[in-house]
């Protein structure tokens, strides 16, 4: 048994490589399709200023939990303050429920709860049409499979999902021991 020395494989060498690459491998396959958020520039190129119509541009657009809305304005003259629906309807500024403003005219307000959400500059440019109004709601379920009309399709399905896998690990691992042993 001591004549029996195991080599270190080197970083660069073809089985290191093939490791690595099996291994990658597998975490694609395992990792699920995941559905990314959006950032929503609010008013498109045209930012958040005055002479914009915003119930036009959020009219067609669907806000998911877990996007985000980036406000771009003139920080000297405007803000983003959320209001409810009363005083987005009015523009009435006095009870705030949230003022995102940071200075910068920059803001960005995430939208992690399924409601309706509402936001008006106040300094009184929400009378020129400056206020948006969001609904956020959660992310449809994705599509189902669609049913399969013949049962040799499902097997062959079923045959792929539960030897395919394990055939490209045990051919990986076949060639790893081929690459040690033969040094």
């Known amino acids: 048994m001591e004549g029996l020395r195991r080599r270190q494989i080197p970083s660069g060498s073809p089985a290191a490589v093939t490791g690595m690459v099996a291994f990658m491998f597998a975490v694609l396959v395992m990792v699920p399709e995941e559905v990314s958020a959006k ?4 008013g498109d190129n045209m930012g958040w200023t005055s002479n914009v119509n915003y119930t036009i541009w959020a009219q067609d657009k669907h806000f998911y939990n ?3 809305l980036f406000f771009v304005y003139d920080r000297n003259q405007m803000d983003v303050i959320e209001v409810n629906k009363t005083n987005y309807e009015t523009c009435n500024a006095e009870h705030i ?3 995102w403003t940071t200075g910068a005219g920059r803001d960005v307000v995430p939208l992690n709860v399924t409601r309706h959400y509402y ?3 106040s300094k ?3 009378y020129g049409g400056m206020k948006v109004a969001v609904r956020v709601e959660n992310l449809p379920p ?3 499979a669609s049913p399969l009309k013949e049962k ?3 097997m062959k399905s079923t045959y792929r999902g539960q030897f395919v ?4 690990f045990a051919i990986g691992a076949v060639w790893d021991a081929l690459l040690r042993f033969s040094w």
């Open 152 to 154: 040799n399709s499902a």
């Open 142 to 144: 994705p599509p189902s």
């Open 97 to 99: 429920l949230h003022n």
């Open 124 to 126: 009184g440019f929400c």
């Open 119 to 121: 936001f008006i500059s």
């Open 66 to 68: 877990g996007d985000w």
């Open 165 to 168: 896998l394990p055939a490209v």
């Open 39 to 42: 950032r929503w520039i609010v």
